[in-house]
């Protein structure tokens, strides 16, 4: 319905962009791609990243001390600047970080909504969830496995790793 009333509009866009760029030229990347070749990588702070991030549910009372919370921010370290992009796209629907840093960070509505991490049990899900939205992640609380921190930890990255290397849309349960 929407794609119809715009159809001639888009269709003029379309004409003019391939006159610049030929649609050969692109057509081989999907839009993940195609922002970094037009926008290049961001450089991600972490520690701003850390600082303007809230928690809810069950990490909500550690925060940064909860084994699961302390696990994804050792991962995300780890990560090179492409795959931070990708958590970034995943979580928000943007590789790039606002000019203002991550206590600029909008939803869907213009407001600022700050990165959020969700917990959800291993019983509704085993890989994390994004509500590009409002910024959150829902993030399974891999400490239900037990105590010992490496299976957690392994787990966690593994479960990460797959999404953010997955061509997934929108419905992922």
Not at 22 to 49: H, K, R, V
């Amino acid at each position: 319905y929407l794609l119809d009333r715009v159809s001639t509009q888009l269709g003029q866009l379309l004409r003019g962009f391939y006159d610049v760029i030929p649609q050969a030229l692109i057509s081989c990347f999907d839009f993940q791609e195609l922002e970094l070749l037009c926008c290049g990588l961001t450089q991600i702070d972490l520690n701003d990243w850390r600082r303007n991030t809230i928690y809810t549910k069950s990490y909500k009372s550690l925060g940064d001390c909860h084994p699961v919370i302390r696990w994804f921010w050792e991962c995300v370290g780890e990560y090179d600047d492409e795959t931070r992009c990708r958590l970034l796209q995943f979580v928000t629907g943007s590789s790039r970080v606002p000019v203002s840093g991550f206590s600029g960070l909008q939803g869907n509505d213009g407001n600022v909504r700050l990165f959020t991490i969700d917990s959800v049990s291993l019983k509704d899900s085993i890989f994390p969830r994004a509500h590009t939205c409002f910024n959150r992640l829902d993030l399974p609380d891999f400490s239900e496995l037990g105590s010992v921190d490496e299976i957690g930890r392994d787990k966690l990255k593994d479960a990460l790793t797959k999404v953010l290397h997955m061509e997934l849309g929108f419905g992922l349960e």
